[in-house]
């Protein structure tokens, strides 16, 4: 069968010629370039006269042209060394700016966080202030990410770091326990249960809780319902984006009350205000989670930096007068550290 002539491809392009050259050969040329002397080159390379002519021979081989003329007398370039010492030059300079780039990023310190509430409003701001003094070249990028992004985007690498939220089931997953607090209600200025010093876990039978949306959170709803249930009290949830400034909001229109860590009561949100609970609930359990495989100098230096910070902003936050504890069923109580329902929106 007769195929007609080979067609030829439209994007072929004649070959170029392989050149075999090393950095080396270039760093000697350009040096006895300067000299135009063996010996003085040799010294300054810390490399033998032979050496220096073997790699000058080398080259010209490589290049197919003379690059010196050397008599008893002097050392000179030759009109090809002329013109290719620019191009050398420029070989030199590009392997320098892509040795510097690629050490940049080896000891970078850059680092991509998300952080929950307590981690945006209350820690954020003291670890800024750390990486400022402390590391002024440190590199900071904050990000907001739901819970489902978090843990969909952590093991991708595309972010670093969560700050201030509950241990997620990510599969090598490292988690540092930073702090442990108790839960509060967020309700309305208008609302009748901001007039109580202490509010009963009971009034939520009947007042709506803002959760947020299954797809931003899986575990948001579940984690009220559980934490209501040994009081035999199903709740009724408004559904909201995770958000907490979104669901402040939610609270201060009068759509219901927001549970959050006592933490966030050291912050400002216009028409609502902070109630602790009358009863005994679990305390919740907040961290910074990164993935095991993440040994930067970046992240270890954000750990250092979190661990203090923690200490130090969170021990500090305020106190509202002692309430009374009201029985409740009998429960083990440990700390949760699985729901991230605090965590911001994106």
Avoid: W
Wanted: aromatic share 8%; with cysteine; charged share 20%.
């Amino acid at each position: 069968m007769d195929f007609g002539p080979p067609r030829t491809c439209r994007h072929s392009t004649s070959r170029r010629p392989l050149l075999d050259f090393r950095i080396r050969q270039l760093q000697c040329f350009l040096t006895l370039a300067d000299l135009l002397n063996y010996n003085k080159t040799a010294r300054v390379l810390y490399m033998s006269q032979p050496t220096i002519s073997f790699q000058i021979k080398s080259l010209e081989e490589a290049f197919g042209a003379k690059l010196f003329v050397r008599d008893r007398q002097q050392v000179r370039l030759t009109e090809a060394g002329r013109a290719f010492r620019d191009y050398a030059q420029t070989i030199m300079d590009t392997v320098d700016s892509a040795h510097e780039a690629l050490s940049n990023i080896n000891t970078r310190l850059q680092l991509r966080v998300a952080c929950g509430p307590v981690g945006q409003f209350v820690l954020l701001p003291s670890i800024l202030r750390m990486l400022t003094e402390m590391y002024p070249d440190f590199e900071l990028e904050v990000i907001e990410l739901t819970t489902e992004q978090m843990i969909a985007r952590l093991p991708e690498g595309k972010v670093d770091a969560l700050l201030m939220v509950g241990s997620l089931p990510v599969p090598g997953l490292h988690f540092d326990p930073l702090y442990e607090d108790s839960l509060m209600a967020m309700v309305s200025c208008r609302s009748p249960l901001a007039q109580m010093d202490a509010i009963s876990v009971e009034c939520l039978r009947t007042t709506p809780i803002i959760a947020s949306r299954m797809k931003d959170c899986r575990f948001h709803q579940p984690f009220v319902r559980a934490l209501l249930a040994p009081f035999g009290i199903t709740p009724r949830i408004v559904e909201s984006p995770q958000s907490c400034t979104v669901q402040f909001a939610y609270a201060a229109a009068g759509e219901g009350l927001a549970i959050a860590t006592r933490a966030m009561e050291a912050c400002v949100f216009p028409n609502i205000v902070a109630r602790p609970f009358q009863e005994e609930l679990p305390t919740f359990q907040l961290g910074l989670a990164s993935m095991l495989s993440n040994d930067s100098a970046a992240m270890a230096i954000f750990r250092n930096v979190a661990l203090k910070c923690a200490t130090t902003a969170l021990k500090a936050k305020p106190r509202t007068a002692a309430r009374p504890v009201t029985p409740r069923p009998k429960l083990v109580q440990p700390a949760v550290t699985y729901f991230s329902g605090q965590t911001q929106a994106s």
